[in-house]
């Protein structure tokens, strides 16, 4: 089954976080071999994702998903903005 780049979006937090079923992890890691766009966003949503580790190890604040979703938006469109 052949993923697009929206489907590995919706998956992106669940593949760091490592909360993916393994027939998911496959297809986002087959898909990020061969997409420039995917493996952009993904590095940034690490970075993120590191960034904000740094401050809050044990507890992620607030509305954290709604920021992180409203950041990768705005990867998204930097990085392919005819996607969107
Ligand atoms: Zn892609």
């Given amino acids: ?5 929206k489907h590995v979006w919706e998956h992106i937090s669940g593949y ?8 998911q992890l496959e297809q986002v890691q087959k898909h990020l071999e061969h997409c420039e766009i995917c493996s952009a966003i ?3 949503t690490r970075n993120i994702l590191i960034l904000t580790a740094d401050d809050r190890v044990f507890e992620l604040p607030l509305g954290f998903s709604e920021r992180l979703h409203a950041r990768l ?12």
């Fill in 1 to 5: 089954m052949v993923i697009d780049c």
């Fill in 16 to 23: 760091l976080d490592g909360t993916l079923a393994p027939e």
């Fill in 42 to 44: 993904l590095d940034s």
């Fill in 73 to 84: 938006d705005d990867e998204i469109k930097r990085i392919s903005p005819e996607v969107t």
